[in-house]
């Protein structure tokens, strides 16, 4: 052990000898490390005066290997690589697994939020990093492991699974719908209606659903608009109008008591939440984890809404 010690020089010196033979100087390898050029210099003339050997041919305003520096070089590099190989094996084993989802600001801020301290109490060794964007293409463009997105269930060089369905109904708080007298279909013409301004065309808004639930003529109505849906609930939470609620999205609203649903009518539609992985991208055991909570929550929250009970 004590004739290796003797025997090898210090690493400082052969990471700058590396670098200063693959970058073609000491200058430029005095930048990459953080160092002077005239720290790099010394480093390397110790080295030479370690090993008894000139690695190096010094110009005026470069240098070049020699003979016996460029054999030196591939064992330095290989033996450079293969400690930086186990070390990064070493941090590999003790990291903990990192789960990337995305998901839309609806689900994000209504759905997931409330269920956050469920999965860090499920899998406590997970890191979750959660991604919230309403918009489809930055989504599906990270390098996410999930992502949470509304449609068809259609999306290119993506599997998808269904994870919420889709049913769309009138919420309001309760002071309202005893205000507003909201116990039957036509009330609907009296009241505010809270919007949710959507660059996604397919999704339903008020027009759209009074139509379909054969109530069309509710011109002159006031309207409240606003950019997230999240936004939009609150809105109705604070008296302030009545929205359309995507069940899953407002349940745990209905649970507490601070919507209700004042009108029996409701609109199913093909559409719902999907979960989404690359294909040709197998799930990490981490991810598997995370997916197969997920709909274990999705299971828990539908036999929970059947049975009545809170979400």
């Known amino acids: ?134 918009l489809d293409r930055e989504a599906l463009a990270g390098e996410h492991d999930l992502v949470i997105l509304r449609g068809k269930g259609q999306w290119e060089n993506f599997e998808a699974e ?26 609907l013409r009296h009241c505010t209606f809270i919007e949710v301004a959507s660059h996604h065309t397919e999704w339903m808004d008020w027009a759209r ?13 006031a309207s409240l608009t606003f950019n997230t849906y999240a936004l939009a609930i609150q809105a109705a939470v604070d008296s302030l109008g009545v929205a359309l609620g995507w069940r899953h999205l407002v349940d745990g609203h209905l649970a507490q008591g601070t919507l209700i649903k004042p009108l029996p009518n409701s609109i199913c539609t093909t559409s719902g939440y999907f979960l989404l992985q690359p294909q040709d991208n197998p799930l990490s055991p981490a991810s598997q984890s995370v997916r ?3 709909f274990a929550e999705a299971r828990a929250a539908d036999l929970s809404i059947r049975q009545g009970d809170p979400v």
Not at 209 to 221: D, I, M, N, P, V
């Open 1 to 134: 052990m004590r004739r290796r010690r003797q025997r090898l020089p210090p690493l400082d010196y052969l990471i700058a000898f590396e670098a200063a033979a693959r970058l073609g100087g000491f200058t430029a390898a005095a930048e990459r490390l953080n160092l002077s050029q005239a720290a790099i210099s010394r480093q390397i003339k110790l080295l030479e005066e370690h090993l008894g050997v000139r690695l190096f041919r010094r110009g005026h305003r470069s240098v070049q290997l020699t003979a016996e520096g460029r054999s030196f070089l591939l064992h330095v590099r290989e033996a450079l690589d293969a400690v930086e190989k186990g070390v990064e094996g070493l941090q590999e084993a003790v990291r903990r697994p990192r789960v990337s989802l995305a998901a839309t600001q609806s689900i994000s801020t209504l759905w997931l939020m409330p269920r956050l301290p469920r999965l860090r109490r499920d899998h406590p060794d997970l890191d979750i990093h959660l991604v919230s964007t309403d």
């Open 162 to 187: 269904l994870l919420l369905d889709e049913e769309i109904f009138p919420v309001c708080a309760p002071a309202y719908a005893d205000q507003k007298g909201l116990h039957l279909l036509e009330a």
């Open 209 to 221: 659903w009074l139509t379909s639930s054969g109530l069309s003529e509710t011109e002159g109505a």
């Open 292 to 294: 197969d909570w997920l």
